[in-house]
C-alpha cells in the first residue's frame, strides 16, 4: 500500500499563485509516473500534470505555460507550481502515482485525498 500527504491547497485570487505538495509513503515500492489530477464540481476528473521516471512530463494543455511538475525522488514527492491562476483552475487536486512493489513489474495506481484549490475572480 502507498499513502499519501498533501498540501499547498487554498484560496488565491485570479493571476495569484499556489504551489501543491504530495509525499508518498509505504513499503519498498518504485513510482514509475506520479502527477496531478483535478476535479471541478459537476465535471470529470481529468489530467493537470504528470512527471514519468527521467522525467519526462505531460501537462493539460489549459495549464502549459502557467504550471510547472516537478518531482524529488529522494522523498517520494511531487510538487505542482501553479502561477497565473484563474477562476477555472477552481478544482480538488488528486495526487497520483503509478506504483510497482520489486521484484513485481506490475503497476498500481494510488490516490491521494484531494486538496481544495479555489480561485476567486
Known amino acids: 500500500q502507498v499513502q499519501f500527504v498533501e498540501s499547498g491547497g487554498g484560496l488565491v485570487q485570479a493571476g495569484g499563485s499556489l504551489r501543491l505538495s504530495c509525499a508518498a509513503s509505504?513499503?519498498?515500492?518504485?513510482?514509475?509516473?506520479i502527477g496531478w489530477h483535478r476535479q471541478a464540481p459537476g465535471k470529470q476528473r481529468e489530467l493537470v500534470a504528470v512527471?514519468?521516471?527521467?522525467?519526462?512530463?505531460n501537462y493539460a494543455d489549459s495549464v502549459k505555460g502557467r504550471f510547472t511538475i516537478s518531482r524529488d525522488d529522494a522523498k517520494n514527492s511531487v510538487y505542482l507550481q501553479m502561477n497565473s491562476l484563474k477562476p477555472e483552475d477552481t478544482a480538488v487536486y488528486y495526487c497520483?502515482?503509478?506504483?510497482?512493489?520489486?521484484?513485481?513489474?506490475?503497476?498500481?495506481?494510488?490516490w491521494g485525498q484531494g486538496t481544495q484549490v479555489t480561485v476567486s475572480s
Open positions: 512527471i514519468r521516471t527521467g522525467s519526462s512530463t
Open positions: 497520483h502515482a503509478d506504483v510497482s512493489f520489486p521484484p513485481q513489474t506490475n503497476q498500481y495506481r494510488y
Open positions: 509505504g513499503s519498498a515500492f518504485n513510482i514509475a509516473a
